[in-house]
């Protein structure tokens, strides 16, 4: 069926009475900030009930595994869980909306780039609802991107209802983005650098402003209900500079080397699965079974406390910025998580790389700092600022984005004192992985999509 072409008018009386007020009380740019407001209020409400829906539902499936009283039974229908989500959510994507696969940022892009940042509140609605199911029965993905996706289709939505032209409502999407970072994250700036890295290629942006209101609202919004406290508490390191610099390197080439070798086999595998002619509906639920056999596997040979390749897996990343995992967890953890987030998002399922990304880096850090502990002897905290090092330098490495790597880690432990060691592995991760594949991850994606930007002129 022909998209239906959009005309610049207000859905209903409401909007058409309040647009009048606005057009005839305020000027353009006042307008602009009085909707960056409704956004930032909206976005942030919306990413911190994502957030809590897809973590509760994420505790009643890994409740049972965590019990040393877990049956036989449980171990055997743990595998099945992730599957049977898949399913639901293949259904669901391939009967009403296919726009909810994958991260969600190649699709804000496309429709930022080439329908003037035209996207349905249907989107908004499936992607809540599918990636809610999909990373909560286990999945091995993250809710990073789609939290984008979600809230730059309501930052569109909210200017449509207002019958704002095109170009206006293009300029709501990256403020919608900016607002479901800052929310969903606790990580503000992280936010205002990933929407300018990854969306609007450079900061020149006029929408700046909006940008930044809505990015603070949402933050306020988000803290009010979800806590003042970072995603990740970690030890303050005490450290001599050029010893930490010289451990940054050598994780940073090994992000490197790991990053290009993940998304390899990532774009390998999802070109496979995209023309091997199996049906949309069935593909998630079988990345779902895969990830839940590598899941179970891991727990097996861990210990139950150990979930960290289902879902998002910040429990036991916490854990390894604690530096309280051993160096066979850490190990075990790190392939089965690095395997399963490739299956899982090859096979078309509802989230995104983010999470998968920061976990992966994270269990990689940790590991050169375990190996390095073992001959040098000093305690658990060197593990764990090592995880932290590996975190941003593996994100440098897949994500791309090279001041966001920096501040992601930072925010989300609020521990600045290995930003030093932190910047030059991360930079070193950035500047291989550049060289060596030059389309970015997210423009990969698109190309493989047979999407083409188009680079128009945009409200900037």
Request: charged share 10%.
């Amino acid at each position: 069926m022909a998209q239906r072409e959009y005309k610049e008018k207000p859905v209903n009386r409401l909007f058409e009475h309040s647009l009048k007020l606005l057009r005839s009380r305020l000027k353009d740019s006042h307008r602009f900030f009085f909707l960056s407001v409704i956004v930032g209020l909206s976005c942030g409400l919306v990413a911190v009930a994502f957030h809590l829906a897809i973590r509760g539902v994420g505790d009643l499936v890994l409740r049972f595994p965590k019990s040393t009283e877990a049956s036989l039974t449980a171990w055997i229908v743990l595998p099945l869980v992730p599957a049977l989500g898949g399913l639901l959510v293949g259904i669901g994507m391939a009967r009403w909306s296919p726009n909810a696969r994958g991260s969600g940022i190649p699709q804000v892009k496309a429709a930022y780039y080439n329908k003037f940042g035209l996207i349905r509140f249907g989107d908004a609605v499936y992607r809540f609802l599918f990636t809610t199911l999909s990373i909560g029965s286990g999945n091995s993905l993250g809710r990073e991107g789609p939290t984008v996706h979600l809230c730059a289709a309501i930052g569109s939505t909210i200017g449509q209802w207002f019958g704002l032209p095109k170009a206006r409502i293009q300029a709501m999407v990256p403020v919608g983005m900016g607002a479901g970072i800052a929310a969903g994250f606790n990580t503000p700036l992280a936010a205002i650098t990933f929407v300018f890295e990854k969306l609007l290629d450079d900061f020149s942006s006029k929408a700046l402003g909006g940008i930044l209101v809505a990015v603070i609202i949402a933050s306020v919004l988000s803290r009010a209900i979800l806590g003042e406290n970072p995603a990740f508490e970690v030890e303050s390191y005490s450290f001599e500079s050029y010893s930490w610099v010289l451990l940054s390197i050598v994780i940073g080439l090994l992000a490197a080397v790991f990053g290009q070798i993940f998304l390899s086999i990532l774009l390998g595998w999802r070109n496979y699965f995209k023309t091997s002619g199996m049906p949309v509906w069935l593909k998630p639920c079988l990345g779902g079974l895969g990830v839940g056999i590598i899941g179970t596997a891991v727990l097996w040979f861990s210990g139950t406390n150990n979930t960290g390749v289902f879902g998002t897996g910040y429990e036991d990343l916490s854990s390894a910025l604690k530096g309280s995992l051993a160096l066979k967890i850490l190990v075990i953890l790190f392939v089965g998580k690095f395997l399963a987030s490739i299956l899982a998002f090859s096979m078309g399922g509802s989230g995104g790389l983010f999470g998968p990304v920061l976990c992966i880096g994270g269990m990689l850090g940790g590991i050169v700092g375990a190996v390095f502990n073992n001959y040098i002897s000093l305690d658990e905290s060197f593990v764990g600022a090592a995880a932290l090092l590996g975190m941003g330098a593996f994100f440098a490495a897949v994500i791309r984005c090279p001041l966001t790597s920096v501040l992601i880690p930072f925010e989300m432990t609020l521990n600045y004192s290995l930003i030093l060691p932190l910047m030059v592995g991360n930079m070193i991760a950035y500047y291989l992985a550049a060289r060596w594949r030059t389309v970015p991850i997210y423009n990969a994606l698109l190309l493989q999509d047979k999407v083409t930007l188009k680079k128009m002129p945009s409200f900037q």
